[in-house]
């Protein structure tokens, strides 16, 4: 009896175009814009554009721009000569996204210990303050690699005129030093002294073969976003039932209403483990997440994550008292426990309590699980709790449809 | 030689007391219903109709009194409730399937054995004359192809007894007498029709009995003109429409039809009321008022019908209550 229900369901969202593409083909969609989205913007593929005036134009500020360009990351927006208004016109527009003027007078490049003004000057818009930031970093990375003798000579400057002053044959030998730590950089000599090498990168999980983890996180963001609001619409067509007094002629069934609810509660987990396999599909062919490495710990988490959502679905519609109050109620309800939950905007970049109170959501717990399985490589143990919990919320749903169902017939 | 002694009653309820918190919906309600019979219970929002219906389902526990069907008691007795099939007021059927996917489905959750499914669907379509539409879309029909979808659903399990709640709503005349027509097929096949409407020309047309249900007793039962006609025993519904200010001008006007036996309806000049004569008490009922200065726009003189019936029935209950 449960498997008639399945199959009334299954047929009836066959038979709707409409449904059909809401419900496979919009979460891989959406999942597509927001890993492209929010890959670049938490920094793996992040391209910058930035407007340089150059109004010293000698050969150290040449060779301070082509390290600094030399950088992927960075896009010069224009290679004409610009000055200072034409910088500050593009940042304004938002056609740059930070602006480098080197200026003319001031301190010269490849002496910082001189007196004058700073010889650079970033032109950045308070709305995109990480630009900004960005950009000083580069620049920095730029300079000690592009001019290590400069950075030196302005040491060497203050100790001589602070500490300790440095004879004239001190003098000569720091020259003559300075002199191959320039021809070394020039010539890119692995062997000769750079300064940009103060630190190596390492990834903290072994595991790891995504090029932006951000994608991995998003995958099961938009999973978790999508399983919820395919549930409720999936789950409604229990108001329509009971508003149309199916439930009614159900009653006198075998199985009563229960079948119904069991019958649907089944289909909306099929449904949510096939729309989020399409997404997770998606993230592997386009994105490289390592689902077939991550089979079995993935299809577990995803039953889990559906089973949640299907019960919380059918258990909240049997609550409500109308199509109209569930689909208002319901869409209101699924934004504000994504956006709590993680779903939206990644759960590190939120202050403690909405953190903490993220764990009251299914959405943090499937984030967990797929978390512990593509980023951090973790043991399954790690993931037993969050399945327990979903499959524990899942069950609470359905027991509570049980309930407000049998009372409403 | 013997008559044949009339079926045992499909249905029978005797006594049954039902409430919903402190409002009580069935007060001592009796009713039979036997085989291959249409009663029609007619009765105003409220009267209990729908409470009687799910206490038959096995839905309600009644607070007293007995309901058996077919000597079970739907309550303790699942079997007993799967003797009805429900047809609801609006369709209920799942609108993307075809009607024989729908009856499948129902047959399914009704718990048939799947062997039988199919040959049952198809069989049951040509109950209901639906046979040539069964792999068309349910939301593809018309209104009363619908309807007959939706009866069919209801009697895929092998029901005793067709309960259908206002069959007809939203349906123009000509799907009205359609489905008129197939229900007294039904009952000619043995089937038991329980049948709730307001539409008194529908159950007039259609009733071996009705059952007046006026504050959760069955008032009468009994078929429709037998029943009329013992109740009003040759009086007749007479309606007088005078000028507005006709019995105002002239107060012997009120006098003389309020002793004719007509009441004043509330905020209008219409009088009406039920007149035991002949047509020349009529004649001088409409002289009385002439003479004594009345201008009459309307008057009519019929039959008492189901409609009166039920009125005067809502009426005696409410003037109880008070």
């Known amino acids: 009896m449960r498997a008639a229900v399945f199959r009334v369901m299954a047929l009836s969202l066959w038979r709707d175009p409409a449904a059909l593409a809401m419900s496979f083909a919009l979460p891989g969609l959406v999942f597509v814009i927001f890993a492209n989205i929010f890959a670049g913007a938490s920094g793996g593929d992040l391209n910058l554009r930035v407007a340089l005036a150059d109004l010293r134009a000698d050969g150290v500020s040449q060779r301070l721009t082509d390290n600094l360009f030399a950088d992927k990351r960075l896009t010069r927006t224009d290679a004409s000569a610009l000055d200072l208004v034409q910088v500050q016109e593009l940042v304004r527009r938002g056609e740059a996204d930070v602006g480098l003027i080197i200026r003319k007078g001031g301190r010269p490049l490849d002496d910082l210990g001189a007196d004058g003004a700073p010889p650079l000057l970033i032109m950045g818009d308070p709305g995109r303050e990480i630009a900004i930031t960005m950009l000083a970093g580069a620049l920095q990375k730029a300079y000690f690699a592009a001019l290590p003798d400069a950075a030196v000579r302005s040491i060497a400057d203050l100790v001589d005129r602070k500490f300790a002053p440095f004879n004239p044959e001190q003098k000569v030998r720091i020259e003559k030093g300075l002199e191959a730590m320039r021809t070394a950089s020039d010539s890119r000599d692995p062997q000769g002294f750079r300064l940009d090498q103060l630190f190596e990168r390492q990834n903290a999980v072994a595991n790891v073969s995504v090029a932006a983890p951000a994608v991995t996180y998003y995958a099961g963001g938009v999973a978790m976003l999508f399983l919820l609001f395919s549930a409720l619409t999936g789950a409604m067509s229990y108001l329509d039932e009971r508003e149309s007094g199916l439930l009614d002629r159900l009653a006198t069934s075998p199985g009563g209403i229960g079948v119904l609810i069991d019958g649907k509660f089944l289909f909306l987990i099929l449904q949510g483990f096939i729309q989020v396999l399409v997404i997770y599909l998606v993230a592997w062919g386009a994105f490289g997440v390592a689902l077939p490495q991550n089979a079995g710990p993935w299809a577990v988490t995803t039953l889990a994550a559906a089973l949640a959502a299907a019960g919380l679905a059918m258990g909240f519609v049997t609550l409500c008292r109308s199509k109209q109050q569930a689909q208002t109620l319901g869409q209101m309800l699924i934004l504000v426990v994504s956006a709590v939950g993680g779903s939206m905007v990644p759960r590190y970049l939120m202050p403690p309590p909405v953190q903490a109170l993220g764990w009251v959501t299914p959405n943090t717990w499937a984030l967990e699980a797929y978390a512990s399985i593509f980023s951090r490589a973790d043991a399954l143990a790690a993931m037993v709790l969050p399945w327990c919990i979903l499959a524990a919320i899942g069950l609470a749903g359905l027991f509570v449809a049980h309930v407000v169902a049998r009372r409403a017939v | ?322």
């Open chain 2, 1 to 322: 030689m013997r008559d044949t002694p009339p079926p045992l009653p499909l249905l029978l309820v005797e006594g049954a007391h039902a409430s919903y918190g402190a409002r009580r919906v069935l007060c001592g309600l009796n009713l039979a219903m036997r085989p291959a019979e249409i009663l029609v219970l007619l009765g105003p929002n409220g009267a209990g109709k729908s409470t009687l219906i799910k206490a038959m389902s096995g839905r309600l526990k009644l607070a007293s009194g007995t309901i058996a069907i077919g000597g079970l008691d739907p309550a303790r007795d699942p079997a007993a409730s799967r003797l009805c099939g429900i047809v609801p007021q609006n369709i209920a059927l799942f609108e993307k399937l075809t009607a024989q996917e729908n009856l499948e489905a129902f047959g399914r959750l009704m718990g048939l054995p799947a062997r039988n499914i199919a040959a049952t669907a198809v069989a049951t379509l040509d109950r209901v004359g639906l046979a040539d539409r069964a792999r068309d879309r349910v939301g593809a029909l018309s209104g009363g192809m619908r309807r007959r979808i939706n009866i069919a659903a209801a009697m895929m399990h092998g029901p005793k007894i067709l309960v259908l709640d206002e069959p007809t709503v939203g349906l123009d005349y000509e799907a009205r007498a359609g489905l008129a027509q197939l229900l007294k097929d039904l009952r000619l096949s043995g089937l038991a029709i329980l049948l709730t409407t307001h539409d008194m020309d529908e159950a007039e047309a259609l009733a071996d009995r009705v059952a007046v249900l006026v504050g959760g007793v069955v008032k009468a039962e009994g078929p429709p003109r037998e029943l009329i006609a013992s109740l009003f025993r040759g009086r007749r519904q007479v309606t007088l429409a005078l000028s507005p200010d006709a019995v105002r001008r002239n107060p012997a006007v009120g006098d003389a039809l309020t002793a004719a036996g007509l009441a004043r309806r509330p905020d209008s000049a219409t009088w009406c009321g039920l007149v035991t004569g002949s047509e020349t008490t009529f004649e001088s009922l409409i002289r009385s008022a002439v003479v004594a200065g009345a201008v009459i726009e309307e008057v009519r003189v019929r039959q008492p019908d189901l409609t009166t019936l039920l009125s005067t029935f809502v009426a005696d209950d409410r003037k109880e209550a008070k």
